[in-house]
């Protein structure tokens, strides 16, 4: 009983300091129309522009991990019907044009400095590798929690490691797939998604899983999730939809 005090203490101590710097986080989430593009292992002099009433303004930045998101917001071009990009380097500038119709928020582009192409959505290959890690991360992060509930029965562990692939997985590539991009509504589909995935583990845990008492197991759940949420905002900063 003691160390089950210690647990949860543990447990709410770590979801209050996390709480709170989450807070800070979404504090400004919500965000106009806009275009974002996104480019791989950007240089740190790239500068992007748009041609905005024949004067380029120069494209917010924004460093997520690996990558860096160049975000223009469109109230300012309502009417626009096509949109002149120009990009720049030390030691190149050229320019991109798009031209098809834009969607009303998600409208994100991805750029191959290489190749200097600008082309919709994001590239399948990094979609999968950040899928992977961010599922790979919060499986391996969910489990230490279930190490400190005690867990240790064989079927327990096959049983946690299926249920979290298969809802890790299905949450992240929704994410990654149909999610907004950005802002509350990310927020609000995490959230959703989440209980989905509360209510269905909750519910193989309590059926399925026989190791300890059905209070222990009810408790893992839930704080399991509502710490792998709050620190699965976190981790969308570094490895990002």
Not at 3 to 9: H, M
Not at 40 to 69: C, F, Q
Request: proline share 3%; hydrophobic share 50%; aromatic share 12%.
């Amino acid at each position: 009983m003691l160390r089950t005090n210690k647990i949860l203490l543990l447990m709410i101590l770590l979801i209050v300091v996390l709480m709170g710097s989450s807070l800070v986080c979404y504090g400004n989430a919500m965000e106009p129309p806009s275009i974002v593009i996104i480019v791989p292992n950007a240089p740190s002099d790239l500068e992007i522009s748009i041609d905005a009433n024949n004067e380029y303004t120069k494209v917010y930045r924004l460093n997520r991990g690996v990558e860096a998101h160049y975000t223009f917001y469109l109230y300012d071009l309502k009417k626009t019907e096509k949109y002149s990009f120009l990009f720049k380097t030390a030691d190149k500038t050229f320019e991109a044009v798009i031209d098809k119709p834009l969607e009303k928020y998600n409208n994100i582009f991805t750029l191959d400095l290489k190749k200097q192409t600008l082309t919709p959505g994001k590239l399948i290959s990094r979609t999968i590798i950040l899928v992977f890690l961010r599922v790979i991360l919060t499986v391996i992060f969910e489990g230490l929690i279930f190490l400190l509930f005690g867990f240790r029965q064989k079927k327990s562990w096959i049983i946690f490691i299926i249920i979290n692939l298969v809802t890790q997985g299905y949450l992240n590539i929704w994410l990654a797939t149909s999610a907004p991009f950005r802002g509350y509504g990310l927020i609000i589909s995490m959230i959703l998604a989440e209980a989905i995935i509360l209510i269905t583990e909750l519910i193989v845990f309590l059926v399925f899983t026989k190791e300890h008492s059905r209070r222990r197991r009810a408790l893992f759940v839930i704080l399991a999730n509502i710490i792998s949420f709050i620190a699965g905002g976190h981790l969308i900063s570094v490895l990002p939809l």
